[in-house]
């Protein structure tokens, strides 16, 4: 089996007949063949130490990924050759936070149980997943669009959060990478045309163009020198020091909307004064708790007009081009790397 592995430090491509294919343990168990695995900034944080990952064994990363069903158990609901999507969190189910929906707040599962993270994920051939983490996709889907799920189903939640978003809100995106991308495609599908786009690469200012949404783009040196003010900002480059600047263009009752995963040592500073004289709102999103069906209803809605891997500035490669993905990625010419292992 071919799979990009993470040893704690580096990453290696394996390829050898006798690289461990998954198997069937429990009766609710599913390989799934993967099709799409996406790379996200959170894995860049993995490899770059600024993030935490098992260091138990070396395990292929990916937590966004689609594929087709391979293998199943003999209690499971799914048949192989469906379209899937798999969520790579889930819940405890025993403690409160879970219990009460929050599975996010989870000090067991949620984020500290993640596949691709503290298990094998995606970057490789075939993937074992419990059942209960694996959503079937409509006809209408592709498995290359459902590449994209896990990212929309982190934004559903982050616009869950942030609702209402009154059509007609002046509204301010930082940061154009994948992330400011899909919270663009999102807002436009939702009716919102009162957009500002603020990025300093203008390589992915020229891909946010090809979305065709008619919202205002510019770099970071003009919102300065504007100093406009928003009823909402959305955080999406995971900077500290870009909060602490941004967050000063909100209006009077406006909402920060802190998207963007900051490695844990990064800091900004704001001014309670202001939080209290303008009745500010600061809103964390953490993962997809209970998102997924509601992403893949968003999938499902905005089809090809959305979704299109050119137009989002998506480039996808084969397993064995994990250092040129990388690369491009981090060099800011493309919004997102995908393995294509098909």
């Known amino acids: 089996m071919e799979a990009v592995v993470f040893d704690g430090k580096t990453l290696t491509l394996k390829y050898d007949p006798n690289y461990p294919m998954p198997k069937i343990v429990k009766d609710d168990d599913v390989i799934v063949k993967v099709e799409y695995s996406g790379v996200c900034g959170t894995d860049l944080h993995i490899i ?17 990924f689609s594929g087709i069903v391979h293998d199943v158990g003999k209690a499971s609901i799914f048949t192989k050759g469906q379209k899937v999507v798999v969520d790579p969190n889930r819940a405890c189910s025993l403690c409160d ?13 949620g984020i ?3 596949v691709g993270i503290w298990c094998d994920g995606g970057w490789a051939q075939y993937v074992l997943v419990p059942q209960d983490q694996v959503y079937a996709l409509p006809d209408e889907i592709t498995t290359e669009q459902a590449g994209l799920c896990e990212p929309y ?18 509204i301010l995106i930082v940061g154009a990478g994948i992330i400011g991308n899909l919270w663009i495609t999102t807002l436009h599908h939702q009716g919102h045309r ?6 300093m690469n203008k390589a992915r200012l020229e891909i946010v163009k090809k979305l065709d949404t008619g ?26 020091k870009v909060m602490e600047t941004s967050f000063n263009y909100l209006r009077h009752g406006g909402k920060y909307v802190l998207f963007g995963c900051c490695p844990p040592t990064h800091q900004a500073t704001v001014n309670p004064f202001q939080i209290y004289d303008k009745e500010l709102t600061i ?34 490669f084969k397993l064995s081009q994990y250092q040129e993905a990388l690369k491009d990625l981090k060099a800011g010419a493309i919004s997102k790397a995908i393995f294509k292992v098909v």
């Open 194 to 199: 009162d957009v500002t786009v603020s990025e």
């Open 283 to 316: 809103i964390g999103v953490k993962i997809n708790p209970f998102s997924f069906p509601k992403a893949i209803g968003w999938l499902k809605a905005m089809g090809s007009r959305y979704l299109d891997y050119e137009k989002l500035g998506v480039k996808t």
């Open 48 to 64: 770059q130490g600024e993030f935490p990952a098992s260091k138990e064994r070396p395990l292929p990363l990916g937590h966004e």
């Open 112 to 114: 500290n149980s993640t």
């Open 215 to 240: 919202f205002r783009l510019i770099t970071p040196d003009v919102l300065e020198k504007e100093k406009q003010l928003y009823d909402v900002i959305i955080d999406c480059t995971g900077v500290g």
């Open 153 to 170: 189903s982190c934004v559903s939640h982050g616009f869950d959060r942030a609702s209402p978003l009154s059509i007609g809100s002046k």
């Open 97 to 109: 936070f879970c219990r009460n929906g929050n599975y996010q707040y989870c000090l067991t599962a």
